[in-house]
């Protein structure tokens, strides 16, 4: 089992900015690949951002990019969140797959997840 803590959401305006951690406590989040999910009320859950244990390939949904940037280290794996908007609002969860060599952007790839951090913009 590899649990892991997200942290670092909050409320925020329109155009701010967030950085999102997430870590496994008591381990290192290597040799999995990351990825961050979020889900909005009324939803379902969205892939965002995913980067790869070999050799931090990443891959993002449309629209984040350019304003969205994954990032790890050995503990813990980063989305830093710029020109946040309204729409952006939901829980954002991180989750570890040790399969693939690439980043997945399908849920059930998937075998550990966080419980989530909620960030909210408001417009």
């Known amino acids: 089992q590899v649990q892991l803590v997200e942290s670092g959401g909050g409320l925020v305006q329109a155009g701010d900015s967030l950085r999102l951690s997430c870590a496994a406590p008591?381990?290192?989040?290597?040799?999995?690949?990351m990825g961050w999910f979020r889900q909005a009320p009324g939803k379902e859950r969205e892939f965002v951002s995913g980067?790869?244990?070999?050799?931090?390939s990443t891959l993002y949904t449309d629209s984040v990019k350019g304003r969205f940037t994954i990032s790890r280290d050995k503990n813990q794996v980063y989305l830093q969140m710029n020109s946040l908007k309204p729409e952006d609002t939901a829980v954002y969860s991180c989750?570890?797959?040790?399969?693939?060599?690439?980043?997945?952007?399908?849920?059930?790839?998937?075998?550990?997840w966080g419980r989530g951090t909620q960030v909210t913009v408001s417009s």
């Open positions: 989750a570890a797959d040790l399969g693939g060599r690439y980043p997945s952007p399908y849920p059930g790839d998937y075998q550990y």
């Open positions: 008591g381990r290192s989040i290597d040799p999995y690949n």
């Open positions: 980067i790869s244990w070999s050799d931090s």
